[in-house]
């Protein structure tokens, strides 16, 4: 009987993961679609232009055509941004037609335009109209009677319902749409990403100014969240211990003046002083876990998020593979970002939360999953810009997934270091 539960649990679980992965690649190949109709639309606007080079006028169209190729691969490196690994750009690349035509990074951005604007538009449309053909057609035996007459039965315009027969192949066409759906919309997510992070990153021959430059910034974001830390320690110690040991203090001389007048009056000062010295004790063991907690050496980075999990108020799984050990302060980095992320997690009234841990090949990878409302945004002033900078000063990866309505899955990867 507990086998047989186990297994039960084992299939929900892996049920549960794939419609989420299903239901995360088509709000991405969706996603795609405000880049991909638009690059249809350019595609055709450079066909007019080198038709009408020879007469002069697709040189007067090319510098708007490139202008706008720039803004919508800038606009492709932000998408995928925001729901993977940073697409770092090349340098600035020319406008002009005859500098262009020479442009490594152009030229690359015109490969990109015309695999996204074909391939990547049809995977988008797909995206968005499997969902409602799987709807409509596994239905269709519902309502079938109800349809006019020689109208076509499936969403993709052809057969004709004359008998329950036609009517159930049709709802089993709508389950062919949804086993597409869970099988096939990972893999089409990727293949649609995949020219805009081949063709629009900074390839190995860029300039590392480039390199220098994300270093600078990520060092200046590293700066930044050590300033705000340090602000931080130093209000709670200052309105909160400095202001308890101040009392402890008063409380004290008070007392030393009660002695000779009120020995019990004495008595119920110090008890009051007691009181104060164990609250700023309290205070201070709190701020000293905030810089570095002890259970991270004590206990491992599995303990430290293990700690996390029974503190916090959504119910917490945590499931941690991490054989080797890595540097102390990406460890302190993972357990902090796991914390902001809970913190969110409970501020964004999830039912339940899972924080998965896995150390390889020199990587440690954080993947914190809830099942709330959804909708996060790491651009939009919240926790969630804290535990990028965070993320960034070790040179590390943030990806966040949150469509409307949930379930939101924060990923971030960290080098272990030495």
Not at 42 to 47: D, I, K
Not at 77 to 106: F, I, K, Q, Y
Not at 231 to 243: F, K, M, S, W
Request: hydrophobic fraction near 45%; charged fraction near 20%; proline fraction near 6%.
């Amino acid at each position: 009987m507990a086998v047989t539960k186990v297994r039960a649990e084992g299939v929900g679980a892996l049920a549960g993961r794939t419609l989420r992965a299903a239901g995360g690649a088509i709000a991405e190949l969706v996603s795609g679609l405000g880049t991909a109709a638009p690059a249809f639309g350019l595609l055709l606007l450079f066909a007019v232009t080198a038709v009408t080079a020879p007469l002069g006028v697709g040189m007067l169209l090319a510098p708007l055509a490139l202008r706008a190729l720039h803004a919508l691969a800038g606009r492709e490196r932000a998408r995928l941004g925001r729901r993977g690994p940073e697409v770092v750009a090349p340098g600035p690349p020319p406008t002009r037609p005859r500098l262009a035509l020479t442009d490594p990074t152009t030229r690359r951005e015109l490969r990109w335009l015309l695999r996204h604007g074909t391939l990547g538009l049809l995977l988008g449309l797909l995206g968005f109209l499997l969902p409602l053909s799987a709807v409509r057609d596994t239905l269709f035996p519902l309502y079938w009677r109800f349809m006019p007459q020689h109208t076509t039965a499936t969403s993709f315009g052809y057969g004709v319902a004359h008998s329950w027969a036609d009517a159930v192949a049709v709802g089993a066409f709508g389950v062919g749409s949804i086993a597409v759906i869970l099988g096939l919309t990972p893999g089409m997510t990727r293949l649609q990403a995949d020219p805009g992070r081949r063709l629009l990153a900074a390839g190995p021959d860029q300039d590392l100014s480039l390199r220098v430059a994300e270093l600078t910034a990520t060092r200046a974001a590293a700066l930044d969240a050590h300033a705000t830390e340090l602000r931080r320690i130093e209000r709670a110690l200052h309105d909160g211990t400095q202001n308890r040991l101040v009392s402890v203090t008063v409380l004290l001389g008070a007392a030393r003046r009660q002695v000779a007048r009120d020995p019990s009056r004495a008595d119920e000062i110090l008890e009051r002083a007691q009181s104060a010295a164990e609250q700023a004790l309290a205070e201070l063991r709190t701020v000293s876990r905030s810089i570095l907690p002890p259970v991270l050496d004590d206990r491992g980075l599995a303990g430290a998020l293990s700690g996390l999990a029974a503190e916090s108020p959504v119910p917490c799984r945590i499931d941690v593979d991490a054989p080797e050990r890595c540097a102390a302060s990406v460890e302190a980095t993972a357990y902090f970002v796991v914390a902001e992320a809970l913190t969110n997690v409970a501020k964004h009234s999830a039912d339940r939360a899972t924080v998965a841990v896995r150390a390889r090949g020199g990587r440690l990878t954080l993947t914190v999953t809830d099942d709330g409302r959804g909708g996060a945004d790491s651009a939009g002033g919240s926790g969630l810009t804290g535990i990028r900078r965070r993320v960034a000063a070790h040179d590390g990866t943030l990806r966040l997934t949150s469509p409307a309505g949930g379930p939101t899955t924060l990923e971030a990867e960290l080098p272990c270091g030495t």
